[in-house]
T-cell receptor, first 113, second 113 residues
Framework: GENVEQHPSTLSVQEGDSAVIKCTYS??????FPWYKQELGKGPQLIID?????GEKKDQRIAVTLNKTAKHFSLHITETQPEDSAVYFC????????????FGTGTRLTIIP | DGGITQSPKYLFRKEGQNVTLSCEQN?????MYWYRQDPGQGLRLIYY???????QKGDIAEGYSVSREKKESFPLTVTSAQKNPTAFYLC????????????FGEGSRLTVL
């Protein structure tokens, strides 16, 4: 089955700096890659997703890049703010199926004021 | 406000007892899911349901049971056969099975004493 590895497990950055979280996946048939943000005591929330026919997608301060050849994708957060502090999960699935989503182990991002 | 409601938020049970976690959604979504979250691990799929009166096992279904008698409701029973039931449980829904945003509840933390 699919295996998703996520790094780093914890990340601290100064407010205003950029943060990058990386994920690799094992199944070359995977074609859907969402990122979820989980704040303390809450359920995860989708922040951005990308499909395999696109190499990069941006939404304000957040961007995701996908390298299908290397089978890795990354989340980039620019101009970080305290409210960006949370746990971030990457995921991958094939056949665009939610039931086949495999999640990474999460990255705890801390923004230092 | 539309969303997913999970209850209870915290639950303590003695070993050997079955417990049922409630999940209700008013988003009119067809698909519903149960995930388990353990420290340092990604979300793992327990069961999912695409339509009423139908559900499928996920990756870690052993020791769990579900029902889907109504579109809005997808309760999860943690049975005494689950060897390590202490965990954080998340319910989610999506419009359909094709990849798209998963909407999560705020979770239920089960502690078995």
């Amino acid at each position: 089955g699919e295996n998703v590895e996520q790094h780093p497990s914890t990340l601290s950055v100064q407010e205003g700096d950029s943060a990058v979280i990386k994920c690799t996946y094992s199944d070359s048939a995977s074609n859907y890659f969402p990122w979820y943000k989980q704040e303390l005591g809450k359920g995860p929330q989708l922040i951005i997703d990308i499909r395999s026919n696109v190499g990069e997608k941006k939404d304000q301060r957040i961007a995701v890049t996908l390298n299908k050849t290397a089978k890795h994708f990354s989340l980039h957060i620019t101009e970080t703010q305290p409210e960006d502090s949370a746990v971030y999960f990457c995921a991958a699935s094939k056949n665009f199926g939610n039931e086949k989503l495999t999640f990474g182990t999460g990255t705890r991002l801390t923004i230092i004021p | 406000d539309g969303g997913i409601t999970q209850s209870p938020k915290y639950l303590f049970r003695k070993e050997g007892q079955n417990v049922t976690l409630s999940c209700e959604q008013n988003l009119n979504h067809d698909a519903m899911y149960w995930y388990r979250q353990d420290p340092g691990q990604g979300l793992r799929l327990i069961y999912y349901s695409q339509i009423v009166n139908d559900f499928q096992k996920g990756d870690i279904a052993e020791g769990y049971s579900v029902s889907r008698e109504k579109k809005e409701s997808f309760p999860l029973t943690v049975t005494s056969a689950q060897k390590n039931p202490t965990a954080f449980y998340l319910c989610a829904s999506s419009e359909g099975q094709v990849a798209g945003e998963l909407f999560f509840g705020e979770g239920s933390r089960l502690t078995v004493l």
